[in-house]
C-alpha cells in the first residue's frame, strides 16, 4: 500500500493519477476536506480508501495503521502564504512532518516529503538546497517558516541523508481548482482572457526589469509526480532537493503561451505593483537543479509552452477539467 497525504490536494491528487496510470490503486489517501471543494480531485481517481487527517494521525501515534506501506508521499500541509494562524501552521506543517518522518524512518518505509521554495524568502541569499546552506534562510511568511523548521530539523538531528524533501518552485497545472487566490496564474489569466481578451500583469518598479519581464521558475505538477515516482524507486537518492525546471521565465512568456494555447491574439495589460509588495515583491526564481539530477535523477521534460498546452487543450478548455 502506497500513502498519499493532501491527497485531495494538487500535488497529492497529481500523484494519484501517477500511480493509477501505473495501476496502482491500493493507496490510502489522507486529507482534511471539511466543507472545501478538494474532494473533486478524488472523484476520477482509484484508490482503496479515504482517511480524515486526525485519524490517520492517531493511527500512526499508536502504530495502528497494520498494512504493509511500501512509500508515503507526504504533500500534505496548508500551502496558504497568507494563514496567519502560525500556531495552526507549525502544527499542521511542522509537527505533523516530524511525526510522520519519525515513524516512517523507524519503519524502514520510503518518505517523499514536500517541502518549499518559500523556505528561501525573497530570493536575496539565492536558492541552494545545498545542507550547508539551510541554516542561512529567512522565510518571508509563515508557511515558508512552517516548512523551513523542518528542514532544519532534520538537518540537526542528522536525518536529511535519510529521505527526500523537495522544495517545490512554482507549480501549476490540473486540480489546483480548489486553491481560491492561491491559484496559479495560468489559472487566473486563462478566466481573464476567456473574459476579458486580456491579461493583467504587474509592471516592473525596478528599471533593470521590463513590465511582465520579472522572471519565476514554472514547473508543471505533471513534472513533479514524474520526479516524486522515479525518487520513490530509487532508494539510495536522499536529501533536501529543489524542484523546478532550472530555467527561470517571464510572466510574458507565461501569458504568450497561455494566448497561444487559446488561439487568441496577444493582449497584455500591465497594472502598478501593489503598495504593500512594493520592496518585497520577488522579481527572479530559479532552481538550481544540480543536486537532484546528480543522484540521476532525469530533468523535467515540459517546457512552460508544453505545460501551459496540454493544461488549456486537456483541462481548462474540457467539461471536467480534472486529473
Known amino acids: 500500500m502506497y500513502i498519499v497525504t493532501g491527497g485531495a490536494g494538487m500535488i497529492g491528487s497529481a500523484m494519484i493519477w501517477k500511480l493509477n496510470a501505473l495501476g496502482i490503486t491500493d493507496i490510502l489517501?489522507?486529507?482534511?476536506?471539511?466543507?472545501?471543494?478538494?474532494?473533486?480531485?478524488?472523484?476520477?481517481?482509484a484508490f482503496a480508501e479515504y482517511m480524515p487527517r486526525e485519524i490517520f494521525l492517531e493511527k500512526i501515534t499508536n502504530d495502528a495503521l497494520g498494512s504493509a506501506i511500501e512509500g508515503i508521499f507526504h504533500m500534505g500541509a496548508c500551502s496558504s502564504t497568507t494563514e496567519r494562524d502560525v500556531d495552526y501552521l507549525l502544527a499542521n506543517n511542522t509537527e505533523y512532518t516530524k511525526t510522520l518522518v519519525r515513524y516512517a524512518l523507524d519503519k524502514g518505509?520510503?518518505?517523499?516529503?514536500?517541502?518549499?521554495?518559500?523556505?528561501?524568502?525573497?530570493?536575496?541569499?539565492?536558492?541552494?538546497?545545498?545542507?550547508?546552506?539551510?541554516?542561512?534562510?529567512?522565510p518571508l511568511n509563515a508557511y515558508g517558516y512552517s516548512k523551513h523548521l523542518v528542514d532544519l530539523w532534520a538537518a540537526r538531528h542528522g536525518l536529511q541523508e535519510s529521505f527526500v524533501s523537495l522544495k517545490f518552485f512554482n507549480v501549476y497545472g490540473p486540480n489546483e481548482y480548489h486553491k481560491g487566490d492561491m491559484q496559479s496564474v495560468v489559472v487566473k489569466?486563462?478566466?481573464?482572457?476567456r473574459e476579458t481578451g486580456t491579461v493583467r500583469l504587474f509592471a516592473s518598479d525596478r528599471p533593470e526589469y521590463r513590465d511582465g519581464g520579472q522572471m519565476r521558475d514554472f514547473i508543471y505538477v505533471k513534472d513533479c509526480v514524474d520526479v516524486m515516482w522515479w525518487l520513490m524507486e530509487h532508494?539510495?537518492?536522499?536529501?533536501?532537493?529543489?524542484?523546478g525546471t532550472g530555467r527561470a521565465r517571464t510572466w510574458?512568456?507565461?501569458a504568450r503561451a497561455l494566448f497561444a494555447s487559446m488561439g487568441r491574439r496577444e493582449n497584455i495589460e500591465y497594472i502598478p505593483?501593489?503598495?504593500?509588495?512594493?520592496?518585497?515583491?520577488?522579481?527572479f526564481?530559479?532552481?538550481?537543479?544540480?543536486?537532484?539530477?546528480?543522484?540521476?535523477?532525469?530533468?523535467?521534460r515540459y517546457t512552460l509552452e508544453?505545460?501551459?498546452?496540454?493544461?488549456?487543450?486537456?483541462?481548462?478548455?474540457?467539461?471536467?477539467?480534472h486529473l
Open 29 to 45: 489517501v489522507v486529507d482534511h476536506l471539511a466543507s472545501s471543494e478538494k474532494w473533486k480531485n478524488l472523484v476520477n481517481r
Open 109 to 138: 518505509i520510503r518518505i517523499i516529503n514536500a517541502s518549499s521554495a518559500a523556505t528561501y524568502g525573497n530570493g536575496a541569499l539565492g536558492f541552494s538546497d545545498s545542507p550547508e546552506d539551510v541554516a542561512r534562510y529567512k
Open 189 to 193: 489569466a486563462f478566466h481573464q482572457v
Open 235 to 243: 532508494t539510495e537518492a536522499n536529501g533536501l532537493f529543489n524542484l
Open 252 to 254: 510574458n512568456d507565461l
Open 273 to 283: 505593483l501593489p503598495g504593500h509588495l512594493r520592496g518585497k515583491y520577488q522579481y
Open 285 to 300: 526564481t530559479e532552481a538550481p537543479m544540480h543536486r537532484l539530477t546528480g543522484t540521476g535523477c532525469p530533468m523535467p
Open 306 to 321: 508544453q505545460g501551459v498546452a496540454d493544461y488549456v487543450t486537456n483541462y481548462l478548455t474540457q467539461d471536467d477539467p
